[in-house]
C-alpha cells in the first residue's frame, strides 16, 4: 500500500523560503500533487504532477521529486500562505486516491 | 465555471442513515468520475469513494465499505453517498470532488456538507 509522510508543523518567517516535504513510499512513479487548505474552506490544487502550477497559483509555489520524496517549496512566503498543506497520489489501477497526513504552515 | 454543490448533511444517530447529494453544473458530468473526500474534524482529508463516469466501476474506503454506496444519476448531474450504520468516527465535512482522470488529481471541490454522528 501507498503511504505519504509530512511533518505536522512547518514554521517560516514572512519573505523566507518554506519547504514542506512528503515521504513516499511504494508509489513508484505515481504524480504527485499538492493542496492548500485555509480553515473553513475546501482544499485548493498548488501544484499538480510534481512540479506544475495550474493557472492562477502564484509562482511562488513550486514542487518538485527526488527519489522517494516530494517537496513543496513556497517562496518569499506571505501571511496569506498560512494554511494546511497535503500531498496527494493517485493508484490509476483500483482509482484509490491516497493523502498525506498533512502539514501546518505557520507564517511567524 | 464547475460547480458542485453538496447538500444532505446534518446530525444522526449512531446505526442510522443518511444521504447526501452533490449537484453539478458548469460541465459535461456523464464525462467525469467523481469521488467523496471527507474530513473529521482537526484531521486531514480521507479519500472516502469513487465512482467511474458511467457508474460501472465503483469503489470504497476500508473504513466504509460495506456501510456507504455511492451512486449518480447523469441525466440530473447529480452525485450521491448512502451512508447507512453511521458511528461517530464518519463525522466529518463531505466534498465531492472531480479528478483529473489522466494524472489523477483534483480540479474541482464542492464547499462540502457536515456529518455529525452523535447519540
Known amino acids: 500500500s501507498y503511504v505519504l509522510t509530512q511533518p505536522p508543523s512547518v514554521s517560516v518567517a514572512p519573505g523566507q523560503t518554506a519547504r514542506i516535504t512528503c515521504g513516499l513510499t511504494n508509489i513508484g512513479s505515481k504524480s504527485v500533487h499538492w493542496y492548500q487548505q485555509k480553515p473553513g474552506q475546501a482544499p485548493l490544487l498548488v501544484v499538480y504532477d510534481d512540479s506544475d502550477r495550474p493557472a492562477g497559483i502564484p509562482e511562488r509555489f513550486s514542487g518538485s521529486k527526488s527519489g522517494s520524496t516530494a517537496t513543496l517549496t513556497i517562496s518569499r512566503v506571505e501571511a496569506g500562505d498560512e494554511a494546511d498543506y497535503y500531498c496527494q497520489v493517485w493508484d490509476n489501477f483500483s482509482d484509490h486516491v491516497i493523502f498525506g497526513g498533512g502539514t501546518k504552515l505557520t507564517v511567524l | 465555471q464547475v460547480q458542485l454543490v453538496e447538500s444532505g448533511g446534518g446530525v444522526v444517530q449512531p446505526g442510522r442513515s443518511l444521504r447526501l447529494s452533490c449537484a453539478a453544473s458548469?460541465?459535461?458530468?456523464?464525462?467525469?468520475?467523481m469521488h467523496w473526500v471527507r474530513q473529521a474534524p482537526g484531521k486531514g482529508l480521507e479519500w472516502v469513494a469513487f465512482?467511474?463516469?458511467?457508474?460501472?466501476?465503483?469503489d470504497y474506503a476500508d473504513s466504509v465499505r460495506g456501510r456507504f454506496t455511492i451512486s449518480r444519476d447523469n441525466a440530473k448531474n447529480t452525485l450521491s453517498l448512502e451512508m447507512n450504520s453511521l458511528r461517530t468516527e464518519d463525522t466529518a465535512v463531505y466534498y465531492c470532488a472531480k479528478i483529473r482522470r489522466t494524472s489523477g488529481y483534483y480540479e474541482d471541490w464542492g464547499r462540502g456538507t457536515l456529518v455529525i454522528v452523535s447519540p
Open positions: 465512482i467511474s463516469n458511467d457508474a460501472s466501476q465503483k
Open positions: 458548469g460541465l459535461t458530468f456523464r464525462s467525469y468520475g
